[in-house]
């Protein structure tokens, strides 16, 4: 699967945004879809993830209450509403598709690009 990964931006810490991660193939309902992000000088870590057998969701206890992950199979794609942004959110986000809801890189199989969140103080 191809993905495609978008939304990212500049916000003042507090403010919102919603990524997208746009997903090719007519299997996506099947796939477990991840977020995760890598600040400058940090190791890529695990955001939020959802299942897709289930729908369930699953978050980093870092945004948990802050972020919702969702999915919308008509449309192929993956969403993170980002709320109450903090400076440490700054990071690259990057979409990841597989067959199970994974915590580690080596769980996802597919990656997209990549897309840049700067929160401001």
């Known amino acids: 699967v191809q993905l495609q990964a978008s939304g990212g931006g500049l916000v003042q810490a507090g403010g919102s945004l919603r990524l997208s991660c746009a997903a090719s193939?007519?299997?996506?309902?099947?796939?477990?879809m991840g977020w995760f992000r890598q600040a400058p000088g940090k190791e890529r870590e695990f955001v939020a993830a959802?299942?897709?057998?289930?729908?369930?969701?699953y978050y980093a206890d870092s945004v948990k209450g802050r972020f919702t992950i969702s999915r919308d199979n008509a449309e192929n794609t993956v969403y993170l509403q980002m709320n109450s942004l903090r400076p440490e959110d700054t990071a690259i986000y990057y979409c990841?598709?597989?067959?199970?809801?994974?915590?580690?890189?080596?769980?996802?199989?597919?990656w997209g690009q990549g897309t840049l969140v700067t929160v401001s103080s």
């Open positions: 990841a598709a597989d067959d199970l809801v994974g915590y580690a890189e080596i769980d996802y199989g597919s």
């Open positions: 193939g007519r299997t996506f309902r099947r796939y477990a």
């Open positions: 959802i299942s897709g057998a289930t729908g369930g969701a």
